[in-house]
């Protein structure tokens, strides 16, 4: 048996592994400890496959393996499902690195974003080749040949019987009593079948891409890219940046002049005024950082100079932006203070403040024609935030803010994550004795798993604090 086939079968049984514990830890419950579990074991198959085929622990793998572990046991910390999303994005943003082609540290951004289509090829299509081209059937021995036909036979039978069976407890009633008294649920095999499968394909096909060599001597053919001069972007960064000054100069004026201007002026009170613009002018943050890098791609430096023109209109634009997202900040600042905190507020805050980071490590290295450290500050500065934000807890900021207001929105605050009551629990004999009726109805009789591949840390201790707060 050749060594190509031998790891094959080696990473096929990994796959098939990793989808039966997909099974076993998610079927039927919510996510949880269940997380943490099933990576740790794929981060396990993925090492051993490494010293079978004898590869290294580089090229990108050895910087996945922290950020993955990292992200998926926040998983089973935090119930907030915008942390859950946050932290999906974190273990697929590890993956993609995992599947950089080179053992390089600093990378182009391009690289990144081909790595996160890399991955998600991977797990869709992955396990195709791995089937088809890596174990080469036909060298396994009559034993092992009849074992794959079995179940390839198993495969195809799997469907019609479902089909026919299907129909034949449709059309009998008896049937369907007996076949419920030997099987429980005709589906529920056909169920976990499925699960595995999947859990497996997936598996495969990440393993079989993080476990394939990278070829890193092969040359790289380019084409011809689309560039414009310094007159073009030029002229575009210049009346951006006037337009920018313009709003800001109107900020200063307004928004950070007080109160009174204010009203006098808008015939606003200070908090309508503030309200009104904060979700415009995260999106104005979130467009400038793509804007910039493009303006970059396609500036054709004929001279030295075009490069010192852009950077110095890019990096004006950069400043302004900083002073809007100032005003952002402050917009939310004011306007918590009359209608308090948001998931979306504080989510949308968190992305303004990361990409100020990521715009100010533009400045410090693209625009000072250091392009290839800029994608390896981006995404650091992003794993930062996920854990930055789960570390925060922001279910708890906002329950801790909103109710000490003087008007306390009980419908909203009983809908936030497991990750909010114990605050809101302890917050219950400060609250008024009808809102604290409603809340506690709402919170006491949350329906919550005793299954430990769902356990998580924040809703056992919301479990424990409406346990002290019941009483015996």
Known sequence: ?????????????????????????????????????????????????????????????????GPLVLFASFVAWRDSPWLLGLDALGIAGAIAIGALRSPAVRRPLADYASGVLAAGASAVAGAFPLLLEDIRWRELGGTARRAVAVARGLALAVPLLALFGGLFVTADVIFQRLLGSVVPSPLAPVRHAVLVVLWA???????????????????????????????????????????????????????FGGRDLVESRAHLTYAEYARHGF????????????????????????????????????????????????????????YQQEYGLTELRVYASALVVWLGVVLLWLCGTVLRRR??????????????????????????????????????????????????????????????????????????????????????????????????????
């Open 201 to 255: 394909w997936v598996s495969a096909g990440l393993l079989r891409d993080l476990v394939a060599p990278r070829d890193v001597s092969a040359s790289v053919v380019r084409a011809r890219r689309l560039e414009l001069g310094i007159v073009e972007i030029g002229t575009v960064l210049a009346l951006l940046d006037l337009l920018f000054l313009a709003f800001v100069a109107v900020q200063f004026r307004y928004l």
């Open 1 to 65: 048996m050749s060594g190509g086939t031998r790891l094959g079968l080696t990473l096929l049984g990994g796959a098939l592994l990793q989808g039966v514990l997909g099974d076993v830890l998610f079927h039927g419950v919510p996510l949880g400890l269940n997380v943490p579990l099933w990576v740790a074991s794929f981060v396990a198959c993925l090492v051993l496959l490494l010293r079978v085929s004898h590869a290294p622990l580089g090229q990108g793998r050895r910087f996945m393996v």
């Open 371 to 472: 392009r290839r450290s800029f994608a390896v500050g981006a995404v650091v500065a992003g794993f930062a935030a996920v854990v930055a934000m789960n570390v925060l807890n922001p279910d708890a900021l906002i329950a801790r803010t909103n109710v000490a207001r003087p008007h306390v929105d009980v419908g909203y605050l009983a809908r936030l994550s497991d990750d909010a009551t114990p605050t809101l629990v302890r917050a219950l004999p400060s609250l008024r004795p009808s809102d604290r009726r409603r809340l506690a109805a709402a919170l006491l009789p949350r329906a919550r798993s005793n299954d430990w591949r769902a356990w998580n840390l924040d809703r056992s201790r919301a479990a424990e604090a409406i346990a002290r707060y019941a009483g015996p």
């Open 279 to 334: 979700f415009e002018l995260v999106a104005v943050a979130a467009l400038v950082l793509p804007l910039l890098l493009v303006a970059d791609a396609l500036l054709e430096r004929k001279r030295r100079r075009d490069h010192v023109v852009f950077a110095a209109l890019a990096a004006t634009l950069v400043l302004l932006l900083l002073a809007v997202v100032a005003s952002a900040l402050e917009r939310l600042w004011v």
